[in-house]
C-alpha cells in the first residue's frame, strides 16, 4: 500500500522522535528543519535535537523517579532520543547524560539513512500548504514568528503563550495540616460550590519578614541572551520584585491575609501563602502567585520556611522563561490534533511539557498516533497510570480549567499519576513502612504498575526486571 507522507515541522528533540516513530510504522515522512537555512538565536549547529541548554535527562531511576520511569517506558517504545542517548552516555551518576556533540550526530544519522525519511531544509513560513493533510508541528519554544503567528490567526490571541511564568508545584501529601488549613477568602464558594478550595498557610509578623528577607537575598537566574526580551507582566511578577518594591507588598498582593481565619487563633494571620489545587486528581497544589527567577537551590531552601511547607516536596519549582506554548486542554484533542484544523498535530514544548525528555516523549506519541490514522488503524491514548498516559493526560485533558493563562508547562512527576488504590504499608520482609520509606514504596509500585500498563498497551513482552 501506498501511503502520503506526513510532514514534521522541526527537527528538534520531538520532532526527530516523531519523524523516527512514523518511519518505523511504514509511514513516508517529510522532515522540514529551517536549520541551517535560518537559524536560531539559541541553536549552534543544524544537527537535528540539538541540546540547547543541558546534555542531561534527568535521572534514570526508574523505580524512583517519574522522568526515569518516563525513560524505560520510552525505550520500550523504540525511543531515538533514548537509543541516542544510551550510546552516547557520559558519567553523572544516577542521572542519563550525554555528549552532547555524539548524541546529536547519532540523531541526525540515523534519521537521514532512513529510507521512509526526507530531510527538506527550508522554513514552513506561515500555515503549512492545504493539501498535507496530515502534519505534526513541533517547533519548540522558539517557533519562527510566522508560524506563530499563524497558529494564532487559528486560535486566537489569548491561546498562544510566549514566556513561562511557573509558580512552585507542591505535592499535596506533603503538606502539614496540623499548621495549614483549607479554606476560600470569606468562604466563598467557588464554581463548584466549595468553600474551601485553597490550602492557606499563615505566617506571623517575624515569619513574614524574615521570608522576605530571604526573597531579597536569594540567589536569582539571569535571562539568557535570546530570552533578554521576556516581558514581565504586571499580573505575573516575580515574587523577589514584588518584594523589592516594598516590604509590605506581598502582605498586600499574593499574600494578603483578609478573609482567612487562622483555625488555631479563630483570626486572620499577619501574612498567608495560599495553593490551589493544579491537577484533576487532586495530588498536586501550585503556590499561588509565586512565579520566581530564584535559583531552584534556593527556592526550595526559602519556600520551605513557610508554615506548613517545612516537609514540602515539590513537583516543579518555580520559573520565568521564553516560551511559545498552546493552550493545549482547551485546543488539543486526546491524539494531540489541534481540534480547529484536525490535519495539525501538535508535539514538544509547544504542548506544554518542559524538559528534553518530556517534548520527546510528546513527539513519540504524536509520531505513533498520526502513524495509526495515516493507517487507518486508530490507536488508543496510553493508560494514565503510565508516564506517557499521565504526561499526555496532563496536556490534553487532566488541567483544571481555571482563569486565563492557568494552564502552565509542567515536568512529568508521579503526581500526574492516578493514585494507588492501596499504598503499600509493609516491605518485602514484612516491616512496617513510615515516612519517607513509605513514599518511596509508593512510587516504587506505581512504577511496576505503570510498566506492566506500557507493555500492555504497546504489546510488548514483559521485563520489567531487565532494567
Known sequence: MTLNPVHVIGGGLAGSEAAWALANAGVPVVLHEMRPVRMTPAHKTASFAELVCSNSFRSDDWENNAVGLLHAEMRRANSLILRAGDAHQVPAGSALA???????AAVTAALTAHPLITIAREEIAGLPPEDWDSVIVAT??????????????????????????LAPIVHHETIDFSVAWKQSRYDKAGPAGDTAAYVNCPLNKEEYNAFVDALLAGEKTEFRDWEKDTPYFEGCLPIEVMAERGRETL???????????????????????????????????????????????????IFRMIPGLQNAQFARLGGIHRNTFLNSPKLLDATLRMKAAPRLRFAGQVTGVEGYVESAAIGLLAGK???????????????????????LAHVTAGHLPGEKGSFQPMNVNFGLLPPLAEDPVVDADGKRLKGADKGRARKQVMARRAIRDIEAWLGAPPRVAAE
Request: overall charge negative.
Open 98 to 104: 550525554v555528549d552532547r556533540d555524539g548524541f546529536s
Open 140 to 165: 519548540g519554544p522558539l517557533t519562527s514568528p510566522a508560524l506563530a503567528e499563524a497558529v494564532k490567526s487559528l486560535t486566537g490571541e489569548e491561546e498562544l503563550a510566549f514566556f513561562d511564568a
Open 251 to 301: 502582605r498586600f498582593g499574593p499574600m494578603k491575609p483578609v478573609g482567612l481565619d487562622d483555625p488555631r487563633t479563630g483570626r486572620w494571620p499577619y501574612a498567608v501563602v495560599q495553593l490551589r489545587q493544579d491537577n484533576a486528581l487532586g495530588t498536586l497544589f501550585n503556590i499561588v502567585g509565586f512565579q520566581t527567577k530564584l535559583k531552584h537551590g534556593a527556592q526550595t531552601e
Open 369 to 391: 498516533f498520526a502513524a495509526a490514522e495515516r493507517r487507518e488503524s486508530p490507536l488508543p491514548a496510553p493508560p494514565v497510570t503510565t508516564a506517557l498516559g499521565a504526561l
